[in-house]
């Protein structure tokens, strides 16, 4: 719980170098270096450096192979990096035969991502939800914490003091789980009772990739002033405000929480509760930030957890964001073409207006 806690509330920047598998293509590659180079800087890292294994398989024991170990541990050393991040997830014992042949700590992506919801949680739900997904991400990796004390005692007829310090811990954690868990369904109950009393209006939910416009939309939408902020994750709690259509029907818009590619599954699903209000709505609004050179991987990833999270498909309309950042009014044509339907952010509100009439009408 400590090495999270270290990387969402560093005391002083934490220098850190990315490391990335090739695997891809490589202006792919490149993009979801640069998106975790956002995701470390968002946690409070200072980003060194970006080294690359562009060739091989994924190596068993140490994820790269053992030449590229080498260069991140002499980049490292020459850096006086002490915090090395991989894109991608790692297991538990690949993340402790790095940490001994690099010196330094091991992050993976999931829990860089853990670390920044740990950061940004604010509500008791929001914390319950995060400390829920940390300590699950946690518990397979308890193992090996104290090897060093196996050898002190133990043998025919007594238990050697690291079994059982590891045994402790294990019950710990898991009597921990059972609690938040236990927390969490109480929120969940108060959430179901509010989602019943709303279910005679019209309900939409904004979702989208992180950092695309959610919550700027909900604002117009709404005359709310929720917090909006360019940078990763600044939305974890779902907010719903009323909204009223040209034919005075009421319309509830919920602001959500936003995706990212590789969410942890550990995430999504402590977030439950928080998603519900996406799972329950009559229309969905799939904001997509289109001056992303990979808004069409984005929409992917979206898609991919709302396909987890939906009991059955729900209407869904998309709108393009940022238009006035693409440069060519080629593109932003191209993006008509491509996408008949989708609706421009600059008519955000006559937009949705008509949007949200028509499937209040075919909904009646």
């Excluded at 008509?336 to 006559?350: G, I, M, N, S, Y």
């Amino acid at each position: 719980m400590k090495r999270l806690h270290e990387v969402a509330n560093p005391k002083q920047p934490e220098r850190a170098v990315l490391v990335g598998h090739g695997a891809r293509d490589g202006a792919h590659l490149a993009r979801s270096m640069e998106e975790l180079a956002n995701l470390a800087d968002t946690a409070g890292a200072r980003v060194l450096m970006r080294i690359v294994q562009r060739r091989g398989s994924i190596h068993p024991a140490t994820f790269i192979g053992r030449g590229k170990v080498a260069e991140v541990k002499a980049a490292a050393e020459e850096r006086d990096a002490d915090l090395a991040i991989f894109d991608d997830d790692l297991s538990p014992a690949q993340v402790r035969n790095l940490e001994k042949e690099l010196g330094i700590k091991v992050v993976d992506r999931s829990e860089l991502i853990l670390a920044i919801f740990a950061r940004r949680a604010r509500t008791r739900e929001s914390r319950l939800q995060v400390e829920l997904a940390q300590l699950e991400y946690m518990m397979p990796r308890l193992t090996g914490l104290w090897k060093h004390l196996e050898r002190q005692a133990g043998g025919i007829g007594t238990r050697g003091p690291g079994e059982t310090q590891l045994e402790t811990d294990r019950r710990i954690v898991r009597e921990r789980i059972a609690r938040l868990k236990h927390a969490l369904e109480a929120v969940e109950r108060e959430r179901e009772t509010q989602r019943r009393r709303r279910r005679r209006e019209f309900r939409a939910a904004i979702v989208g990739y992180t950092n695309a416009g959610k919550s700027t939309l909900f604002n117009a939408l709404t005359r709310s002033e929720v917090f909006v902020e360019d940078l990763l994750f600044a939305t974890l709690d779902a907010t719903t405000r009323q909204m009223v259509s040209p034919e005075r029907r009421v319309v509830l818009v919920t602001d959500t929480v936003g995706f990212i590619r590789k969410l942890p599954h550990h995430l999504v699903a402590s977030f439950h509760s928080t998603l519900a209000e996406a799972v329950e709505a009559d229309l969905l609004l799939h904001v997509v930030d289109a001056s992303a050179p990979d808004f069409r991987r984005q929409m992917g990833a979206v898609e991919d957890v709302l396909e987890k999270i939906l009991d059955r498909p729900r209407p869904t309309t998309l709108v393009f964001n940022k238009c006035d950042r693409l440069g060519e009014a080629e593109a932003a044509a191209g993006l008509r073409v491509e996408f008949p339907e989708a609706l421009r952010a600059f008519l955000w509100r006559e937009a949705f207006d008509r949007a949200a009439s028509g499937a209040a009408r075919a909904a009646s």
